[in-house]
């Protein structure tokens, strides 16, 4: 249909739910809690609209079949690299990763 997205099913790699982890633990020392889940809640959100838009982000020169997308709540300042693999009906997660990582290299040791 014209218009119209389908709707992936979005699942999570556990290394990308130990980043999600440490990202909660680091933003509650921060912020607080409250902060901390809201900023995890942002992240899975962004995240779900990545599944819903299409064939998202970029392509990761390693691995054509790898891509990644910024999530930033403003429109500067750091943010978080999602990178992810389309797969048929699936949207898999593999890294969350924030800006100011080597997320480049980090990505590599998926494989």
Do not use: C
């Not at 389908?6 to 607080?32: F, T």
């Not at 995890?40 to 609209?49: C, D, G, Q, V």
């Amino acid at each position: 249909m014209a218009g119209s997205s389908r709707e992936l099913v979005v699942e999570y790699s556990p290394s990308s739910l130990a980043d999600l982890d440490e990202i909660w633990d680091w933003n509650a020392k921060q912020y607080g809690t409250d902060h901390a889940n809201a900023y995890l809640e942002h992240l899975r959100a962004e995240t779900r609209k990545l599944a819903r838009s299409g064939i998202p982000g970029r392509p990761i020169h390693e691995d054509a079949n790898l891509r990644y997308s910024l999530i930033r709540r403003g429109r500067r300042g750091y943010g978080h690299v999602v990178v992810f693999r389309v797969d048929g009906e699936i949207f898999y997660v593999y890294r969350i990763l924030h800006t100011s990582q080597d997320w480049q290299r980090e990505v590599t040791r998926v494989f």
